[in-house]
């Protein structure tokens, strides 16, 4: 949708939001089923929703601050399940990649606030762990989520390369560490061991001793490779996620849903790139997202790689992702949006979102009157983490003048014509 209200959000706070622990008035914005609301914020969660006018900055928290979202819609924020911090933004340098823990930091931060401002509040960062490549990405990675706190929730996935037979020994004993350092998430690629059922069982094993999350990549090319990993990730807490899974979707139609049944029944969370593949996966295809939820799978949306050797024009969008779902996989805009937002939220361990009061102030206004056309032309934005508006984009489109803009009373963003 092109911009179509003149208005910039107003605000009588920096971006940060307010200062001493205030209160955060949203003013004015609408929401997906067509009313128009305040909202205000309060200690991180909404405090209350009240029809426009209604609401006076201050509530509990006292002091207040009022942001003006006339001609917003108000989403829950979105959330980013599937990065690859180490890598991101490298694609055209000269050389090889720099994994020291300085140059990883700065990429690793950079690509998170790039994140951010499209609306992602919560990130998950893939990060390689071996024998030759050791800790430093991952020591960069760390460096980065404690630098963007109160910004933006990272957290990272340790990937180790190979963990059985000989070499695997070495692969364990990096991933523990890994672990000890601050990873959040055991991961990998158990498609590229040369004992892929042997290296799932010792993600589990691993994760399972620290009570943590498992999120492996694979292809899904194999569908009895992935009924394995099913039986064997079933039940398991805090649960297990897998993607891209894009060779899915070539299978025989009732391979593929029998499949389907099975990571249903397991519990298995399926993370799909529309965006495209990334380092640790195939890039050709995107899994089925609508058998998938069909049979009943969580199914999350990623970016995947952010301009990076995989795909050097990534642009690492949430809101692009639910676009290309809504407009090559036949998903309505409500549930292409969600994949991204409540699901991919879910596929991180995070609470549920819901412009009501109570729920977390984890908050994406865009532009526009309608989902529809958030998904399509979604230019202005404002981005609200633990109930502070921590990033901002603005944009104006302008054309020169020309009689018919006035007889059909078009939408008009700019006070006048072109110089």
Do not use: W
Request: with cysteine; proline share 7%; hydrophobic share 40%.
């Amino acid at each position: 949708m092109p911009d179509s209200q003149p208005q910039q959000p107003s605000h009588s706070s920096s971006p940060s939001g307010p200062a001493g622990g205030g209160s955060l008035l949203l003013a004015g914005a609408r929401l997906t089923d067509g009313r128009t609301v305040d909202v205000r914020l309060c200690g991180g969660r909404i405090e209350a929703v009240g029809t426009a006018g209604s609401l006076a900055a201050g509530g509990a928290c006292g002091t207040g601050t009022r942001v003006d979202l006339t001609g917003y819609l108000l989403l829950p924020a979105p959330a980013e399940p599937h990065a690859h911090a180490d890598t991101a933004l490298t694609a055209g340098r000269g050389g090889p990649v720099s994994y020291a823990p300085q140059d990883v930091q700065r990429r690793a931060t950079e690509a998170a606030l790039h994140a951010l401002g499209h609306g992602a509040t919560a990130l998950r960062a893939h990060v390689r762990v071996d024998d030759v490549q050791g800790l430093g990405a991952l020591t960069g990675v760390l460096r980065a989520r404690r630098s963007l706190r109160g910004l933006a929730e990272l957290t990272t996935v340790a990937m180790p390369r190979v963990l059985t037979g000989t070499a695997g020994a070495e692969g364990l004993a990096v991933l523990r560490d890994a672990l000890k350092m601050g990873a959040g998430v055991v991961g990998g690629c158990p498609d590229l061991d040369p004992d892929p059922a042997g290296y799932v069982e010792a993600v589990l094993e691993v994760a399972a001793e620290h009570g943590c999350p498992v999120d492996l990549h694979t292809d899904a090319a194999d569908p009895a490779r992935l009924a394995r990993l099913a039986a064997m990730a079933g039940g398991l807490r805090p649960g297990v996620a897998v993607g891209p899974c894009g060779a899915l979707g070539g299978l025989p139609a009732e391979v593929a849903a029998r499949t389907a049944d099975l990571l249903a029944a397991a519990g298995v969370t399926v993370v799909c790139l529309p965006q495209g593949g990334c380092g640790a996966a195939d890039r050709d295809g995107t899994a089925p997202v609508r058998l998938l939820r069909s049979a009943g799978v969580r199914v999350a949306a990623g970016s995947g790689a952010l301009r990076d050797v995989s795909n050097p024009v990534g642009r690492g969008d949430p809101l692009e992702a639910a676009y290309l779902l809504a407009s090559r996989h036949g998903l309505r805009p409500q549930e292409a949006y969600g994949a991204v937002s409540a699901s991919a939220r879910a596929a991180l361990g995070l609470p549920e979102v819901r412009v009501e009061a109570g729920f977390p102030a984890e908050l994406l206004a865009v532009r526009g009157d309608g989902l529809a056309g958030a998904l399509s032309l979604a230019y202005s934005r404002v981005v609200v983490h633990g109930g502070r508006v921590v990033a901002r984009t603005s944009a104006v489109r302008e054309y020169g003048d020309f009689t018919a803009a006035t007889e059909l009373d078009l939408p008009r963003q700019g006070r006048g014509g072109l110089p």
